[in-house]
């Protein structure tokens, strides 16, 4: 009974290092939010006002000089491309966007994916370390 206590506790350990271990030791800005935040309408063109959220998870601030944006796409065409300031550690910056659709297209019709993506310095090197984080999709 002892030995699997022991047991148990030491693969419990080593599985809590390796988490450990795995986490982001640079910048790791994420899309973490896309939203409808509001509808206008001119009774043949709808717009909704989304607000969209990037946070930098990492232990490290960007450098000032990086040049980043979040891409927007819409049945793998690109829309527009929204520029993002350097985050530091914890810090989260949030951006509207406006898309317009017909007043006739139906609820959850509108798909749309947002993509970061890092220009400079070149190569990002540890702006980034964590790069499963960098795309959203939103469907309205």
Known sequence: ???????????????STGLANA???????AIVSAAV???????????YAL???VVNFGSMKQPSNLLQSVEIYQNGIKLD?????????????AFPYVFQRSVD????????????VMR?????GNMDCNAANDT???TF
């Not at 986490?23 to 800005?29: L, V």
């Not at 935040?37 to 717009?47: A, M, V």
């Open 120 to 124: 400079q310095p070149s190569p990002p």
């Open 136 to 138: 959203y999709t939103v």
């Open 81 to 93: 491309t929204k520029g993002l300031p350097p985050l530091k550690p914890g810090q989260a910056y």
């Open 37 to 47: 935040k509001g509808i206008t309408s001119d009774g043949r063109i709808n717009r």
């Open 105 to 116: 297209a139906g609820d959850g019709t509108s798909t749309l994916m947002l993509k970061l």
């Open 1 to 15: 009974m002892m030995i699997r206590i022991v047991l148990a506790l030491f693969v419990f350990v080593q599985g």
């Open 23 to 29: 986490a982001c030791k640079g910048a790791d800005p």
């Open 51 to 53: 607000s969209i959220r």
